[in-house]
C-alpha cells in the first residue's frame, strides 16, 4: 500500500498587510520538502506529523509529496498559486499510481481570482489520481468550506480544539481512514451544510461554554455506528471570498443521504444559537477595569485585532501605550512587529538605553509609534523550540528580537511576525510572565496553549487595528450572500 501525503497551508486575507511570495512557502519553520518528509519524527504536533506517525504505525510505503506553509496573510497572486501547487502536483505525478492521498490544507486559502484555493487543489489532484483513488485533507478550524472541496474530497476533517491542541491527533484520524477505506473496511461519504454565520473568535475556545457544546454535539454525533466523523469549521472573517463562513460536515459509512442529513441537521442546531457565538465589543481600558475589580493576576488582554497568526501586522500600539500611561508595574506586550526598533536595540546591546519609536509602522490604523527611552534587557537571534501542547517540538524563527524595559513596563520586539503560543520564548528572552501582573499578548485563542495554566483573567479586547473583529466594518464585496451578525435578519434554508 502506497499513500501520499504533502500539504499547501495559507489563511488568506483581503484585508491583510503582509504579502505572501513565493517564497513564503517554502523558508518557513513548517515546511518540508519532499525527501525531508521521511526524515520526520512523527512526534511534533502537525497534521502532517500525525499523518507520518499514523501510517508508520500501519507499516504503510509513505510517498512524500512535500509540506508547503506560509504565514497567514494576503491572497497570493494565482502566479504563486500555481507554482506552490506544482510543488504538490509534480511528484505525485511522478510517483503515480498510489492507493491514496493524504492532504494538510488549512481550508481557508485563497488566492488571486481563486476563492477556493483548497479545493482548486483537491481538484487538481482528484484530476491525477482518478475518482476511485481516496483522497482525505484535514483543515484548521477557521476553514471556510467551499463546494469544490467537497466535490473532489473523500473525506474531510476538521480540528476539533483551539487552540489547536490535536493536530497530530487529526492527522491520525485520516491516517487511519485512508487505510480502512483502501482495505475496504469503510466508505466515506461526505455531507456538507454551509451556515450564513461569522463566528465570534471568543467563542471558539473549545475547553470553554458555549463553543464546549457545540463540540459535545460533535462527540454525539460520532457516536452513531455509521458516523466516521463529524466536524465543524468556524470558518476565516478576513476574506472576502465566496465561501467564508460556518460550515459542518459529516462523514458517514456508504450512506451519503445520512451524511446531508446529519451535516444540515448540526448546521440547524449552530444556527438557533447564533447569538451564543457573538459577543460585545470590549475595550482595553474596559477589561483592564473589569480584571482588577476580579483581582486574579495576571490580567491577561487579547489583542485579537493585531494577531499576526491571523494575518495582521502586530505592531499596533494602543495597549503598549495604555499600559506606560498607566505606569503600571510587572506589565508586558508579546509581540510587537518592528525590525527597525529590534536592529536599534541589538545595535547598542544588552544593559543600554536606547531612545526607540516602537510599533506602529505598519498601517495608520495601528500606530501612531510609542516613543519609548528603554533598557535593552537581552538581545536574541529569535529561534525558540515551542514547550507545547500547541506546535510541541517545533522550531521557529523570530527574527532579530530584543526584550526592552520602560519603567515596569516590557515589551517583546520581534523582526518576524508571530503570535505568542507558549512561554518558551518571552522565558528565553529571561522574561518570566507569571510573574507579571498584565500581560497583553497578540494573539486570540493560541496564546491560551501555554499561557492558559498561568493566567489570572483572560479579556479578548478590542484595540485598534486593522482587523477588527466589528466584521460589519470590513469592505466586503464577494460574500455573495447576507451573513450574521452583519445582516441580523438573515435567513438560513436548507
Not at 487511519?176 to 454551509?194: A, D, F, K
Not at 461569522?198 to 454525533?221: D, G, N, V, Y
Not at 473589569?290 to 490580567?299: A, D, F, N, Q
Request: with cysteine; glycine share 10%; aromatic share 6%.
Amino acid at each position: 500500500m502506497r499513500i501520499a501525503i504533502g500539504g499547501i497551508e495559507h489563511e488568506s486575507s483581503n484585508f491583510s498587510l503582509l504579502e505572501t511570495p513565493l517564497e513564503a512557502f517554502c523558508g518557513h519553520s513548517r515546511s518540508s520538502q519532499p525527501k525531508d518528509l521521511l526524515t520526520r519524527t512523527g512526534e511534533i504536533n502537525t497534521i502532517v506529523d500525525g499523518f507520518i506517525k499514523g501510517l508508520r504505525l500501519r507499516e504503510v510505503e509513505i510517498v512524500p509529496l512535500g509540506w508547503f506553509h506560509a504565514p497567514s496573510g494576503v491572497q497570493p497572486t494565482r502566479r504563486t498559486h500555481e507554482a506552490v501547487k506544482e510543488f504538490l502536483l509534480a511528484p505525485l505525478r511522478n510517483a503515480m499510481p498510489v492507493d491514496g492521498v493524504l492532504l494538510s490544507l488549512h481550508g481557508a486559502y485563497s488566492a488571486e481570482n481563486v476563492d477556493d484555493a483548497d479545493g482548486d487543489i483537491l481538484q487538481s489532484v482528484r484530476a491525477l489520481v482518478g475518482r476511485v483513488c481516496p483522497v482525505i485533507a484535514v483543515h484548521d478550524l477557521h476553514c471556510n468550506i467551499g463546494k469544490t472541496m467537497v466535490e473532489n474530497a473523500t473525506a474531510l476533517i476538521v480540528e476539533d480544539t483551539y487552540p489547536h491542541v490535536d493536530m497530530s491527533e487529526r492527522g491520525m484520524e485520516a491516517a487511519n481512514m485512508i487505510v480502512q477505506t483502501i482495505r475496504g473496511e469503510v466508505r466515506p461519504t461526505l455531507g456538507w451544510c454551509p451556515i450564513p454565520l461569522f463566528w465570534s473568535a471568543e467563542k471558539m475556545i473549545t475547553s470553554e461554554k458555549p463553543m464546549s457544546l457545540a463540540i459535545e454535539q460533535l462527540l454525539k454525533l460520532e457516536k452513531h455506528p455509521d458516523v466516521l466523523t463529524a466536524s465543524i469549521g468556524v470558518g476565516y472573517q478576513w476574506a472576502d471570498v465566496n465561501c467564508a463562513g460556518a460550515a459542518t460536515l459529516v462523514v458517514t459509512d456508504g450512506d451519503p443521504t445520512s451524511a446531508q442529513k446529519k451535516a444540515e441537521d448540526l448546521a440547524q442546531w449552530i444556527w438557533i444559537r447564533r447569538d451564543l457565538w457573538q459577543r460585545e465589543l470590549l475595550s482595553p481600558g474596559q477589561a483592564l477595569i473589569k480584571g482588577e475589580k476580579v483581582g486574579k493576576y495576571p490580567i491577561i488582554l487579547a489583542d485579537q485585532a493585531d494577531n499576526s497568526g491571523g494575518g495582521a501586522p502586530s505592531d499596533s500600539t494602543e495597549i503598549l501605550r495604555l499600559f506606560i500611561e498607566r505606569n503600571l508595574k510587572n506589565a508586558a506586550v508579546l509581540y510587537v512587529v518592528d525590525p527597525e526598533t529590534a536592529d536599534k536595540a541589538t545595535e547598542a546591546g544588552k544593559g543600554q538605553i536606547v531612545e526607540v519609536e516602537v510599533g506602529g509602522k505598519s498601517h495608520p490604523r495601528q500606530g501612531p509609534p510609542v516613543p519609548m527611552r528603554a533598557e535593552v534587557i537581552s538581545v536574541s537571534d529569535g529561534r525558540v523550540v515551542y514547550d507545547g501542547p500547541m506546535f510541541a517540538g517545533l522550531e521557529v524563527d523570530h527574527g532579530k528580537s530584543v526584550l526592552l524595559k520602560q519603567g515596569g513596563v516590557y515589551v517583546v520586539v520581534i523582526s518576524l511576525p508571530h503570535q505568542p503560543v507558549d512561554l518558551a520564548f518571552p522565558r528565553s528572552l529571561g522574561l518570566d510572565c507569571g510573574s507579571m501582573q498584565y500581560l497583553c499578548v497578540k494573539s486570540t485563542g493560541h496564546f491560551r496553549s501555554g499561557f492558559g495554566p498561568i493566567a489570572g483573567s483572560i479579556f479578548n479586547v478590542d484595540a485598534a487595528g486593522i482587523f477588527t473583529q466589528d466584521f460589519s466594518k470590513l469592505p466586503f464585496k464577494r460574500l455573495g450572500r447576507d451573513i450574521y451578525p452583519m445582516h441580523p435578519k438573515t435567513r438560513f434554508m436548507i
